[in-house]
T-cell receptor
Framework: DAKTTQPTSMDCAEGRAANLPCNHSTISGNEYVYWYRQIHSQGPQYIIHGLKNNETNEMASLIITEDRKSSTLILPHATLRDTAVYYCIVNGEYGNKLVFGAGTILRVKS | GAVVSQHPSWVICKSGTSVKIECRSL??????MFWYRQFPKQSLMLMATSNEGSKATYEQGVEKDKFLINHASLTLSTLTVTSAHPEDSSFYIC??????????????FGPGTRLTVL
């Protein structure tokens, strides 16, 4: 599976959009981009995933560049409860294990 | 989304004892489950892949005789930490693939089990 690069940490003001970038320049054609987050002392929570089209659900939007080498997770109106570690993971094969990097610590501040 | 539960949520045991952690998929069948371990301020590290009805596949460096995994049904996998020692104290998390959307499965995680070995 392709590796990903994320910033170590980011701050965001409450109520504003949080934009979390992820680089995955070695992604291959059949690999999906997944986003999870982990709030302190809890198991990771699935947020969203996509292949090449932009995706949106009730939690977030995922914007994938046309060359698929990078993506951005957007939390449209961040709240204090969105403070967590956000993981961007590239995974291709169904049933395959997920490899977690260090992720991005997002701190939402009032 | 699919729901995965773990039991217990936390456990404290004496050194040398064995501890069993259960992972259940509540509203879907999971042919494959995964076990992760997470130390403080670190990311999740995969320990093993658990397949229903067959032996688990362990990651390099994980002792299979110490971390016994059983996946006897499509909704239950167990991790037994045998002869636990203080260095085994960690946050253990399981996960399983379940249906997300458009027939695309994704991996859902349990809430984790905090193990403290005295």
């Amino acid at each position: 599976d392709a590796k990903t690069t994320q910033p170590t940490s980011m701050d965001c003001a409450e109520g504003r959009a949080a934009n979390l970038p992820c680089n995955h320049s070695t992604i291959s054609g059949n690999e999906y981009v997944y986003w999870y987050r982990q709030i302190h002392s809890q198991g990771p929570q699935y947020i969203i995933h996509g292949l090449k089209n932009n995706e949106t659900n009730e939690m977030a939007s995922l914007i994938i560049t046309e060359d698929r080498k990078s993506s951005t997770l957007i939390l449209p109106h961040a709240t204090l409860r969105d403070t967590a570690v956000y993981y961007c993971i590239v995974n291709g094969e169904y049933g395959n294990k997920l490899v977690f990097g260090a992720g991005t610590i997002l701190r939402v501040k009032s | 989304g699919a729901v995965v539960s773990q039991h217990p949520s936390w456990v404290i045991c004496k050194s040398g004892t064995s501890v069993k952690i259960e992972c259940r998929s509540l509203d879907f069948q999971a042919t494959t489950m995964f076990w992760y371990r997470q130390f403080p301020k670190q990311s999740l590290m995969l320990m093993a892949t658990s397949n229903e009805g067959s032996k688990a596949t362990y990651e390099q460096g994980v002792e299979k005789d110490k971390f016994l995994i059983n996946h006897a049904s499509l909704t239950l996998s167990t991790l037994t930490v045998t002869s636990a020692h203080p260095e085994d104290s960690s946050f253990y998390i399981c996960s399983a693939y379940g249906l997300a959307w458009e027939n695309t499965d994704t991996q859902y995680f349990g809430p984790g089990t905090r193990l403290t070995v005295l």
